[in-house]
């Protein structure tokens, strides 16, 4: 009997998140913390790593910040069906990456989404980046400030150029949030205290950063 009512209120429970159209975040923390996706990322900020070797020792990258870094609709379909973002294995400078990632279900993929989207950092403002492809932003990343030196983007004819050592940024304007990718030049010490990636805070003006966070976040799908 008790079986019965518990299913009965979990589809009670169904159908009302259905109807409201969302998802429950608690149930997406659940569902989380049952998958062991906890063993490889932390989901509580500020940021932990203070030595290379607390970020060697890491499986996989922090998600305290992930509901501002990404885009709901990208997180919610990579979860189901997860393709490599770094082209190489997460903390190294030779393997490939194995394309291994967890998938998570349908059904779980929606509260998980929810969960992570939940997580965001008052240090990013939202609202201030525009993604628009500018000859400024161009002409840093693949000249002024080398990041195409680092990372993947797509060239003309679709063609994928770039260095590997970095994340992948083709497709990074339907992946990321294009005030996260402002903030992140912006506040490395929020966001990445012990990193590879170089500190540009001096470097860059804040419009420079500005212009090529916009150039960023208007990568667009291969096609
Ligand atoms: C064995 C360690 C491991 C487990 C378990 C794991 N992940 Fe990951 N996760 C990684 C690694 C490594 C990456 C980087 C993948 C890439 O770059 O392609 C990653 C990437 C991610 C990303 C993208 C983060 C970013 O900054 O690019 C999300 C979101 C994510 N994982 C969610 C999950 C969820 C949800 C689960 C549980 C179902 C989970 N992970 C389980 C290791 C793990
Ligand atoms: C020397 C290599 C290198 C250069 C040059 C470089 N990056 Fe990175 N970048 C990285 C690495 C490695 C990461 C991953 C985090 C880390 O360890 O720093 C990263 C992370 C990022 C991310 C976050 C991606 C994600 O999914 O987490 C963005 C956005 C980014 N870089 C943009 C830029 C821009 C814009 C420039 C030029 C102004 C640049 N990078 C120059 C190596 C580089």
Not at 56 to 76: C, D, I, R, T, V
Not at 87 to 105: C, I, M, Q, R
Not at 115 to 129: H, I, K, P, R
Not at 167 to 175: I, N, T
């Amino acid at each position: 009997m008790k079986s019965i009512t518990t299913m009965a209120l979990g589809a009670a429970f169904l159908i009302a998140a259905v109807s409201q159209g969302q998802a429950d975040p608690a149930e997406g923390k659940a569902v989380f913390e049952a998958g062991g996706c906890g063993d490889c990322h932390y989901t509580e900020g500020p940021a932990r790593e203070q030595t290379i070797e607390d970020q060697l020792s890491k499986k996989g990258p922090e998600l305290w910040y992930a509901g501002s870094k990404f885009q709901e609709a990208w997180l919610a379909a990579w979860l189901v069906d997860p393709k490599p973002i770094r082209p190489l294995k997460y903390n190294s400078l030779k393997e490939d990456n194995p394309g291994d990632h967890p998938k998570l279900a349908d059904a779980d993929a929606a509260p998980v989404t929810e969960f992570l989207m939940s997580l965001t950092s008052d240090e990013v403002e939202s609202g201030a980046v525009k993604p628009k492809k500018n000859p400024k932003g161009r002409q840093i990343f693949t000249k002024k400030m080398p990041c195409n030196g680092c990372h993947e983007y797509t060239g003309r004819k679709k063609k994928i150029l770039g260095g590997r050592s970095g994340p992948s940024l083709v497709e990074a304007g339907v992946r990321l949030n294009p005030d996260w990718i402002l903030a992140y030049l912006q506040k490395p010490t929020v966001f990445k205290p012990v990193k590879m990636m170089p500190v540009f805070v001096g470097l860059l003006s804040d419009k420079d950063m500005m212009n090529v966070a916009r150039y960023v976040a208007s990568f667009e799908p291969k096609e």
